[in-house]
């Protein structure tokens, strides 16, 4: 399985401001996953990241809102703008195993937004 | 779309017995994968075990088995021999073989091991 770090692993944030947060894989992937987990919830997925394209979003997520950056193989961030308290969750990248039908998370970002 | 249901919000099990997590999905495909991820406090999501649904066999990884029930569309976790570190949430999850990868997670199910 890849190993995949994120940073920062939490973060205290005003509303209105931004943050983004790295994904970082030990190894090349085509594909990277962004979700989002609300307190006490299961997983949604925000978008899918491919390395030289825009960034696939799922229904409910905005570009505008989440904007993703995929410059190479094996890193990929997420914005998270203008932030409210809605915003609040534990933010997590993933990618597919070799298999190509697994897929691995990072550590989870857990973001609260004041 | 595909849903994942799991109907059981918690779970408990006393050390070395044996629970049975349920899960049940819907979807019109015929080649799909399903998986049980486990999500400690540490909130890191750790695959526990996979199923392709073109394999009638059911999926073990040592203590831990599926009970893939396809016409019922069903997908349980059998733990054996409960262990304390099997504390956790647990995610039922779906992925459409023909898909860019979406996982479709399940509610969850939070697991309390009893010493």
Redesign the interface.
């Known amino acids: 399985s890849a190993v995949i770090s994120q940073k920062p692993s939490r973060d205290i944030c005003q509303r209105g401001t931004s943050l983004t947060i790295q994904c970082q894989v030990d190894s090349q992937v085509t594909m990277m996953f962004w979700y989002r987990q609300q307190p006490g919830q299961s997983l949604t997925l925000i978008a899918t990241a491919n390395q030289g394209s825009e960034a696939t979003y799922e229904s409910g997520f905005v570009i505008d809102k989440f904007p993703i950056s995929r410059p190479n193989l094996t890193f990929s961030t997420l914005t998270v703008s203008n932030m409210s308290p809605e915003d609040s969750s534990i933010y997590l990248c993933s990618v597919e195993g070799f298999s190509g039908s697994e897929q691995f998370f990072g550590p989870g970002t857990r973001l609260t937004v004041l | 779309a595909q849903t994942v249901t799991q109907s059981q919000p918690e779970m408990s099990v006393q050390e070395a017995e044996t629970v049975t997590l349920s899960c049940t999905y819907d979807t019109s495909e015929s080649d799909y994968?399903l998986?049980w991820?486990k999500q400690p406090p540490?909130?890191?999501?750790i695959?526990v075990i996979?199923q392709?649904a073109y394999k009638q066999q059911n999926a073990t990884e040592n203590r831990f088995s599926v009970n893939f029930q396809k016409a019922a569309k069903s997908f349980s976790l059998k733990i054996s021999d409960s262990q304390l570190g099997d504390a956790a949430m647990y995610?039922c999850a779906y992925?459409s073989?023909g898909s860019?990868?979406?996982?479709t997670?399940?509610?969850?199910t939070i697991l309390t091991v009893h010493p």
Do not use: D
Request: net charge positive; glycine share 14%.
């Open positions: 994968y998986f991820y540490s909130r890191q999501m695959l996979r392709e995610f992925r073989a860019y990868g979406k996982l997670f399940g509610q969850g």
